[in-house]
């Protein structure tokens, strides 16, 4: 399996699960809703931030020169893509069900505004979480060199 698809269906699969959850949550316990939202979206950039993290770090520990390193670029833009028109289409599909309170958007809202949504906040905090986890590298590099 690509590694961007195993992200895509990780992450995305983490959205329509926040989502899912969020839904739950707001129909028990309406007036705790502003903190219910903000817990998911630390819940969904800290995974992001993470899985980046170790993306980068384990590239430049593979590859120490940085211009040689693997694209993680690409692939994290086509696994946030792919995460957010898919958790747009399934949370719209299980918005269909009974018992399911996903906000009753539309098709057209879940695959354009809400993916975009999704889309950002994979791709940047990933590549965030890659610069951190590469400059993190770098510098156990340097300290070990330095020992040597």
Known sequence: MNAWVLRAIVLGALVVLLRAVLGFAMVYWPTHGAWMRVLALIVLVAANLYWGFLDGRKDRTAQPDPERGTDLTLRWLKAAVVAGVGSGLVAWLLDWLPNFDLGDNG???????????????IFIFALIGIGIGRALADRAAAKQAARV
């Open 107 to 121: 098709l057209l809202f879940e695959l354009t505004a809400a993916a975009a949504f999704i889309v950002l906040l």
